[in-house]
């Protein structure tokens, strides 16, 4: 019977994490070239249904710019020109999209068309707190095997002192 168990519970848990990672599908991207101070057209594809997907920039050691909130279809795809603000120094970002889903991407901030100063010359802020957000699904999915692992620990643990023969006990024949 305890193997049987163990069994079911080893299918189990081999499962939960190709679940988690089925969907992957979320996904979103930036077309043409991104300048501070000047358009960005973004696009997302396999977000909840009509979900606001919040739009940011992100860099180690900033803060993240908040660039706006999209709102996705009843598909979960949107597509949208929003406004890179023109204290965004150039450089290398993370594009994150958050919702319900979320989804990242690398995105090269250029120096601002107009010929206007940039804002390099101003300082960076001290480390900032750096956000790590995980796909929902996938901590999700973290969360349930970390949950079915410790209760096959302890149903296992259980089960080998419940069903434990007493010392000196063996085999009659």
């Given at each position: 019977?305890?193997?049987?168990?163990?069994?079911?519970?080893?299918?189990?848990?081999?499962?939960?994490?190709?679940?988690?990672?089925?969907?992957?599908?979320?996904?979103?991207?930036?077309?043409?070239?991104?300048?501070?101070?000047?358009?960005?057209?973004?696009?997302?594809?396999?977000?909840?249904?009509?979900?606001i997907v919040r739009i940011e920039l992100r860099r180690v050691?900033?803060?993240?710019?908040?660039?706006?909130?999209?709102?996705?279809?009843?598909?979960?795809?949107?597509?949208?020109?929003?406004?890179?603000?023109?204290?965004?120094?150039?450089?290398?970002?993370?594009?994150?999209?958050?919702?319900?889903?979320?989804?990242?991407?690398?995105?090269t901030v250029l120096e601002p068309a107009t010929g206007a100063?940039?804002?390099?010359?101003?300082?960076?802020p001290a480390a900032a707190a750096v956000e790590n957000h995980?796909?929902?699904?996938?901590?999700?999915?973290?969360?349930?095997?970390?949950?079915?692992?410790?209760?096959?620990?302890?149903?296992?643990?259980?089960?080998?002192?419940?069903?434990?023969?007493?010392?000196?006990?063996?085999?009659?024949?």
């Amino acid at each position: 019977m305890i193997r049987i168990a163990a069994a079911i519970t080893f299918v189990v848990l081999a499962l939960i994490p190709l679940a988690t990672l089925a969907h992957g599908g979320t996904t979103v991207s930036v077309k043409g070239d991104v300048r501070a101070n000047g358009p960005i057209e973004i696009v997302g594809a396999e977000f909840a249904p009509n979900d606001i997907v919040r739009i940011e920039l992100r860099r180690v050691s900033t803060q993240p710019v908040e660039l706006g909130r999209i709102p996705a279809d009843a598909n979960g795809n949107f597509t949208e020109t929003l406004h890179v603000p023109a204290s965004v120094t150039a450089g290398l970002y993370q594009l994150a999209a958050d919702g319900q889903e979320s989804a990242t991407a690398e995105v090269t901030v250029l120096e601002p068309a107009t010929g206007a100063p940039s804002s390099a010359e101003q300082p960076m802020p001290a480390a900032a707190a750096v956000e790590n957000h995980r796909p929902t699904g996938e901590t999700v999915g973290l969360a349930l095997f970390t949950v079915a692992t410790a209760l096959v620990a302890v149903g296992l643990l259980w089960a080998s002192r419940t069903h434990a023969r007493p010392a000196g006990a063996g085999h009659e024949g």
